[in-house]
T-cell receptor, first 116, second 115 residues
Framework: GDSVTQMEGPVTLSEEAFLTINCTYT??????LFWYVQYPGEGLQLLLK?????DKGSNKGFEATYRKETTSFHLEKGSVQVSDSAVYFC???????????????FGQGTILTVHP | DAGVIQSPRHEVTEMGQEVTLRCKPI?????LFWYRQTMMRGLELLIY????????DSGMPEDRFSAKMPNASFSTLKIQPSEPRDSAVYFC?????????????FGNGTRLTVT
């Protein structure tokens, strides 16, 4: 079945440090890939997405590139801020023959804490 | 757009009691999902609906859990009887369709504590 594996957290960084959160996946068919962010006390929000190989999703300074050859979708940001402290989830929707299976499969989440 | 609205935000109940969680999806969205989040298991999909019809309930943990969607603007998740291991944050999410260009929109969740 489909699965998403994220790097273990928590990740603790100083403000302006470089961030990488690793994400790898296994999927039936040709998935679309997502990063969601969850701020304390809130639901998940879509951060960025990529729908085909070599696509780069980007938003709010975060980027991730869909790497089919390595089945990866690592999240990066060049300079983190305290306000980026949150839980980050990698996710996929599997597709085959152009039909979505309709379910997002999430990784376990990575807690990011950024200190001033 | 008011977003996905869940109620209550917090629920504390005693073991054995019935609990009902409520969700109002974004108007016009035709998919609705119920997720459960715990530290041990992360995010688990419990059930999802398309046009008010349950499509996949394979994630519902046991017969104590049931979900309904009587119309396009309302869904409930019921636990009867509740147990301490049901303590979690329950999220409702909706989307227009589940293709790659249709992200899920999540509510702020209901934190359930069963004592």
């Amino acid at each position: 079945g489909d699965s998403v594996t994220q790097m273990e957290g928590p990740v603790t960084l100083s403000e302006e440090a470089f961030l990488t959160i690793n994400c790898t996946y296994t999927a039936t068919g040709y998935p679309s890939l997502f990063w969601y962010v969850q701020y304390p006390g809130e639901g998940l929000q879509l951060l960025l997405k990529a729908t085909k190989a070599d696509d780069k999703g980007s938003n709010k300074g975060f980027e991730a590139t869909y790497r089919k050859e390595t089945t990866s979708f690592h999240l990066e940001k060049g300079s983190v801020q305290v306000s980026d402290s949150a839980v980050y989830f990698c996710a996929l929707i599997s597709r085959a023959g152009g039909t979505s299976y309709g379910k997002l499969t999430f990784g376990q989440g990575t807690i990011l804490t950024v200190h001033p | 757009d008011a977003g996905v609205i869940q109620s209550p935000r917090h629920e504390v109940t005693e073991m054995g009691q019935e609990v009902t969680l409520r969700c109002k999806p974004i108007s016009g969205h035709d998919y609705l999902f119920w997720y459960r989040q715990t530290m041990m298991r992360g995010l688990e999909l419990l059930i999802y609906f398309n046009n008010n019809v349950p499509i996949d309930d394979s994630g519902m943990p046991e017969d104590r859990f049931s979900a309904k969607m009587p119309n396009a603007s309302f869904s409930t998740l019921k636990i009867q009887p509740s147990e301490p291991r049901d303590s979690a944050v329950y999220f409702c999410a909706s989307s227009f369709f589940t293709g790659s260009n249709s992200p899920l929109h999540f509510g702020n969740g209901t934190r359930l504590t069963v004592t």
